[in-house]
């Protein structure tokens, strides 16, 4: 069993601060990416690796463009409420998901997922795809008339609905902005003893985000052209200041008294030294194709495969990867440009897949999304407005595909599954979600709380879309 270092907290706290305050400017973007502060003891690879890749859709996908119903007496529904940026049930029939014929959902509804995604239309065919429905940030179980009662101390829900920043938080940290610490970063601390190089446990291929920030683990920040490089190291300058860059080394190779400060100038040294690694590691892999063109979270994704191939080499064998896609921000001009951005999603996550399956990992890596909430399903004029809930993807050879999972809602803005303008009021939980992937990870069921803390308050820590491991 993991067990979390817990008496690193202070000292990643540190380091956590001395960096922003001590290495400004460019050196800043480095010292974000380090990662882990002690490396656990080495564990030689036995093929048990498992990674776990969030693609986080900022700006809030929305969800009833999405994935639609299809059935007649549902999609009229769906029409009749969404005058203006309804899809053509026409569009449809291409992309409809056929679930087994015992799963019945509410209201007999029958979803097709938006033509511009038939690749992951054929994913969710070959029962490589599940689709978890209505999920959000939940603290606990709440009704349509407890929310509206407004008493937030008798039936607590999370702070700050409806705001970007914050609701991409709390679907990251399970707390508004400014948590110190996001449910993959905490997955990282339990990981970390798994792999003999802690600094590649957890490693975030697109901009700041607390999502892979835990008590001891610390990001190592990648771009989708390489790792982010320190300054000094090439050009023998910082701020244009020999002085400052001499000040910097010295501090790195100086033996220090204080614990922090060895910590400190070891950190930094490690992540020095593994710069040039990483980049070898990355222009060296010859399974990965090339990403594509025009496709930014193609281009994350490509990166993500190739520190995936060259796990062993990097001595890990657990992961947890953060790529994103941007611009579902959708308050006018919803249609076009929504569809662009799903079939962005639609290929780059097609070929991730077909690449895991080349190199022999695909029932070790898991791909999921996430979203700051959903969005209304009463539209605002030819776009939608901040919501709650929504509908997100799991893909995987260890995915229980070619399934829904959760509570479909109803197509209206009046039941008591939304919370007005058919802004969806979430029936499973993000804690529900995180424990479900955890547990597949790894993590034992009595560690399940300190990946998500509200865990406790809802009857499923295991939602059943992950294939149980084969017993020993």
Known sequence: MWVIKSQELSRRAFLERSASLAIAGTASSFALGLTGISEAAALATNGDYKALVCIFLYGGNDHANTLIPFDANNYGKYASIRQGVALAREQLS???LRQPDEQILTN????????SMPRMHRLFGENKLGVLLNVGPLEAPITRAQFESGNTRSFPRPAKLFSHNDQQSTWQSSGVEGTPTGWGGRLGDLAQSA???????????????????GRSTIPFKISKRGPVEFVPVKSGTLFRSTAVSDALQSVMRTHHQHILE???AATVSRALANTPFVSEVLSGSSSVPGAIAGNSLSEQLETVAKLIEARDALGVTRQVFMVSLGGFDHHSNLIGPHEELLSQLDSAVDQFYRTTERLGVSDQVTTFTASDFGRTLT????????????HHFIIGGAVKGGQFYGTAPSVSTRTDDQVGRGRLLPSTSVDEYSATLARWFGVADSELSSIAP??????????GFMKEPPQA
Not at 108 to 115: E, I, K, R, T, Y
């Open 94 to 96: 291409g992309t409809l």
């Open 108 to 115: 007999d509804v029958n979803f097709a997922l938006s033509p």
């Open 195 to 213: 792999n003999s190089n802690a600094m590649f446990t957890a490693i975030n291929v697109t901009g700041n985000a607390v999502f892979l920030t």
């Open 262 to 264: 060895q910590d400190y």
């Open 379 to 390: 539209p605002n004029g030819n776009g939608s407005d901040h919501g709650w809930g929504g």
């Open 454 to 463: 509200n865990i406790g308050r809802f009857g499923q820590p295991n939602l």
